[in-house]
């Protein structure tokens, strides 16, 4: 049974460009949520995604969107890259009404 | 707003030696409660969790956690640390969203454990 998976795992990019982050949640998982993890920090809720549609949202900036399809994987984009945006964005995955989030093992971005 | 404390940021222990961690989340709703491990180099993974119930909760590995709703605390202990426990540990809280059936995490900063042989 796979779990989550993440692609790519490293990725360096310069400022002002856009980024786009996948992944693929552990089989059987309907509901996809994203997390910013910078340096020395917890992890930081970014939104989750349920039946195609962004159901919650944290505190980000619209630069940071989100895509579900419909076999349930998902994509982050980040327009407009940051030094400050640079951190491992993790993708979890869970079934709708079930609070227990299986993590991927993350994407490691650097802008520079 | 919510928040999650983990007052430890840094620990250092002898093998053998008994853990505890401690973890305080301000909110005032229904809350469930989840201690992860991140391992040297792996992703985030498990520990344990808090729904109702019993607020003594076992998981894997050897570790209990206790919720003290007065407290609004949800500590982690061990009572013989190994090496191999060394990583990163985080304390997470589930604060439910304004769409049934939807919720985030809120995690607290981390506390990371070095354990010496």
């Known amino acids: 049974d796979a779990g989550v998976t993440q692609s790519p795992t490293h990725l360096i990019k310069t400022r002002g460009q856009q980024v786009t982050l996948r992944c693929s949640p552990k089989?059987?998982?309907?509901?996809v949520s994203w997390y910013q993890q910078a340096l020395g920090q917890g992890p930081q809720f970014i939104f989750q995604?349920?039946?195609?549609?962004?159901?919650q949202r944290g505190n980000f900036p619209d630069r940071f969107s989100g895509h579900q399809f419909p076999n349930y994987s998902s994509e982050l984009n980040v327009n407009a890259l940051l030094l400050g945006d640079s951190a491992l964005y993790l993708c979890?995955?869970?079934?709708?009404?079930?609070?227990?989030?299986?993590f991927g093992p993350g994407t490691r971005l650097t802008v520079t | 707003a919510q928040s999650v404390s983990q007052h430890n940021h840094h620990v250092i222990l002898s093998e053998a030696a008994s853990l505890e961690l401690g973890c305080n989340y301000s909110?005032?709703?229904?809350?469930?409660l989840f201690w992860y491990v991140q391992y040297p180099g792996q992703h985030l993974q498990l520990l344990l969790k808090?729904?109702?119930?019993?607020?003594l909760v076992k998981g894997i590995k050897g570790f209990e956690a206790e919720f003290i709703k007065s407290k609004f605390s949800f500590n982690l202990r061990k009572p013989s640390v190994q090496w191999s426990d060394t990583a990163e540990y985080f304390c997470?809280?589930?604060?439910?969203?304004?769409?049934?059936?939807?919720?985030?995490?809120?995690f607290g900063t981390g506390t990371r454990l070095k354990v010496l042989a």
């Open positions: 995604y349920y039946e195609e549609e962004e159901r």
């Open positions: 089989s059987g998982h309907d509901t």
């Open positions: 979890a995955s869970s079934l709708i009404y079930d609070y227990e989030q299986y």
């Open positions: 997470a809280v589930t604060v439910l969203g304004s769409t049934s059936g939807t919720y985030k995490y809120i």
């Open positions: 909110y005032g709703g229904t809350v469930n």
């Open positions: 808090y729904f109702s119930g019993d607020p």
